[in-house]
């Protein structure tokens, strides 16, 4: 059976629409946090019948991107992107049932994919820049008609650049899926094993991005204090969340007296 058959297309092409719309969510429009990969990720999965790939996947790259923040001149890799077409390339590449080692395949191909997502989103801020531009340029009530329409066409250049990135990077993905199956299977447990140490890696990244120093010594204590008491007393869950809470009481407090 070919990659790509006619119900393969209308899905790609069915991906590339939610994916380019969930895209204005990040910078463009609303920004109601539904571009975030913890949410991107699931969404996508369960339109696609693999609910548990997209949260592995959003869970995943959320923690690895959830700092890198588009403030002043810095642009940050386009996780939405990552994680939409991540998704996507694992359920539609396992019939919406994606194992460990695809789904660790389809995040290092589409994390591999960061540097031209973050070219392509560079110079598309550059021309709607220079849209902004042209029309403030403009005089009376002709800056006011110019104004709009660049700022639809901001819009517009914002979804289209999402839109066409979806059909390069899914299909692509999907052709690699289909070499994946002729690795050896060394290869496979690999990416098996590397999804399962991800998690450690973005909460590394996180720590190393807060900079240690300024992690809160509640937050640690409080930490090492619910590992014990679930691990080594095996308490209630309920007495776990309310030491936290406590913990954290006790933090507020503590700080409004210092100040």
Do not use: N, R, T
């Given at each position: 059976m070919p990659i790509f058959?006619?119900?393969?297309?209308?899905?790609?092409f069915g991906v590339a629409l939610v994916g380019g719309i969930l895209g204005l969510d990040r910078t463009a429009a609303g920004q109601f946090m539904i571009s975030q990969p913890i949410v991107a990720g699931p969404l996508t999965g369960w339109l696609l019948g693999d609910t548990a790939a997209g949260l592995v996947i959003g869970a995943v790259l959320e923690l690895i991107w959830v700092l890198d923040m588009p403030v002043g001149a810095f642009v940050p890799a386009d996780s939405t992107i990552g994680a939409v077409s991540a998704t996507a390339i694992a359920a539609l590449g396992s019939a919406g049932n994606a194992t460990p080692d695809l789904i660790g395949f389809s995040i290092l191909l589409t994390t591999a994919m960061v540097p031209i997502t973050m070219k392509v989103e560079g110079a598309v801020r550059t021309y709607n820049s220079r849209l902004a531009d042209r029309a403030a340029s403009a005089a009376g009530e002709d800056a006011d008609r110019k104004l709009s329409r660049a700022h639809l066409s901001g819009l517009a250049?914002?979804?289209?650049?999402?839109?066409?990135?979806?059909?390069?990077?899914?299909?692509?993905?999907?052709?690699?899926?289909?070499?994946?199956?002729?690795?050896?299977?060394t290869v496979h447990r690999a990416l098996a094993m590397f999804v399962?140490?991800?998690p450690l890696l973005g909460a590394a990244l996180v720590v190393r991005k807060l900079s240690i120093r300024n992690l809160d010594l509640f937050f640690l204590a409080g930490f090492v204090a619910a590992a014990v008491m679930i691990l080594v007393l095996h308490a209630h869950a309920w007495i776990v969340v309310f030491s936290v809470a406590a913990a954290g009481y006790a933090e507020v407090r503590y700080s409004e007296r210092r100040s």
């Open positions: 058959d006619l119900h393969a297309v209308a899905v790609i250049v914002f979804f289209l650049k999402s839109f066409v990135l979806y059909l390069v990077f899914v299909p692509a993905g999907l052709i690699a899926v289909s070499l994946l199956i002729h690795l050896p299977l399962k140490l991800l």
